[in-house]
């Protein structure tokens, strides 16, 4: 019995020395070192009450150590503490005016916490110290956007666009931005269209269209005019960009003509585009073409961001009882300045149903004999709410059975924002 008691006292002692010997060894561990183990922790462990404990101590050594300071910020923030959070950064931030990592990781706690306005006050205060700083820009967009302050908000991307045109999130956010930006927009286009075989007489195109900005998202509605054969037409269209989520918006589309000769009888067109991991976007949706019968056709595509660039591939799929039709085309966009400042290259084979110019074409069925086209196009702004545009395309369609033409077509137009 007392050799058992002796173990048990001897097992308890290395216990003991053991523990002491740690906590000794923790005692003598400098700043760096429990912030290197807190990082540890919280990172590589997800264990946030032991990355918490050990910041503190390293903050009971150096309790001016701003980044430490900052860490513990996070730290609270991550774990729902957000009094413990505010205090911290406030800290800082009093010693330190303006300190961008503690105004950044102060803003996006009061952003993911639905207090955009405070902050937005937060981020000014810190960009007048920092004025170039990206992450600082890039969130200030994002809660101009929040705030729907969309002017405001595309100015501040067009800034950040301009320290750093490569800025792949700030072009996406750019982008989103342009789809509310404006709660009004007006414009107008002319399209200009020879054949030097398949028709004796030029096609003209016009379009007006007013865009409103509303609380689900951007709608529009568009008058075409169109003379062709030798006859006029008019179409009317509404188009609209519902948003559904920051991951998810849709584009929703129907129209009405006054003669089916010239465009279809009525038209309709839905899509459900989601923003993707890696700055990649997503499409899959219909068209629908009503002339003396209706026409379905299928669609999907693929975008991405590159630096400057913005590339999309889709494809336009129209079943009949026999076989499937295919249409392919690639776009690319050149990014020199904001979001409405680009040149654009395209190439492509078939008819696309959102072309006004060609879809007409669907009415004999020429969808189904070969063409191909090549585009070039050039936009740009003016004070940011003026914006011109002018693009050249060259197609060679194949408008009967083994005998092709020629088609040329010039587009020029402007629309004002306000």
């Given amino acids: 019995m007392r050799f058992r008691i002796t173990q048990i006292l001897i097992i308890f002692f290395f216990i003991f020395s053991f523990s002491s010997i740690s906590l000794s060894a923790q005692e003598e561990l400098t700043t760096d070192e429990l912030f290197v183990l807190a990082r540890k922790e919280a990172f590589d462990n997800d264990n946030y009450p032991e990355a918490i404990r050990l910041t503190q101590k390293a903050l009971e050594r150096s309790p001016e150590y701003a980044d430490v300071r900052i860490f513990l910020g996070r730290l609270y923030t991550w774990t729902n503490k957000n009094s413990d959070a505010r205090e911290e950064f406030e800290r800082v931030l009093r010693d330190n005016p303006g300190y961008e990592d503690a105004s950044l990781a102060y803003a996006n706690l009061e952003f993911w916490n ?39 908000a595309s100015s501040t991307v067009n800034e950040l666009l301009r320290i750093n045109p490569k800025l792949t999130k700030a072009r996406i ?72 989520s920051d991951t998810f918006y849709a584009y929703l589309s129907g129209g009405l003509a006054s003669s089916g000769s010239i465009f279809p009888d009525y038209r309709a067109g839905a899509s459900l585009y989601a923003n993707l991991p890696a700055s990649f976007e997503g499409e899959v949706g219909f068209r629908m073409l009503n002339f003396d019968e209706t026409t379905w056709i299928y669609t999907a595509s693929v ?23 295919h249409s392919y085309s690639l776009n690319v966009r050149y990014y020199f300045a904001g979001a409405d400042d ?48 002018i693009s050249a395309e060259y197609e060679d369609q194949e ?7 020629n088609q040329f077509s010039l587009q020029v137009g402007y629309f004002k924002k306000f």
């Fill in 399 to 405: 408008y009967a059975r083994e005998t092709r033409g």
């Fill in 173 to 244: 956010l750019g982008e989103s931005i342009k789809n509310v930006s404006s709660r009004n927009q007006i414009g107008a286009d002319y399209e200009y269209v020879y054949f030097d075989k398949r028709f004796d007489d030029p096609w003209h195109l016009a379009t007006i269209d007013y865009t409103r900005s509303t609380g689900i998202g951007s709608v529009m509605g568009i008058l075409n005019y169109a003379n062709r054969f030798g006859s006029n037409g008019t179409q009317l269209v509404v188009e609209a960009y519902p948003g559904i």
């Fill in 342 to 389: 680009f040149l654009s290259f395209g190439i492509g084979t078939g008819i696309s149903p959102d072309d006004d110019s060609s879809n007409v074409l669907y009415a004999d069925n020429t969808y189904k004999l070969k063409s191909s086209n090549i585009s070039l196009g050039y936009r740009v702004s003016v004070k940011s709410t003026n914006v011109f545009f």
């Fill in 303 to 325: 975008g991405k961001y590159i630096s400057n660039f913005w590339l999309n591939a889709r494809t336009y799929l129209t079943p009949d009882d026999t076989n499937i039709s």
């Fill in 114 to 152: 639905d207090n955009s306005e405070k902050a937005l006050e937060i981020l000014n205060t810190a960009i007048k110290m920092n004025p170039e700083a990206e992450d600082l820009l890039l969130l200030k967009a994002r809660v101009l956007k929040d705030l729907k302050k969309y002017t405001e």
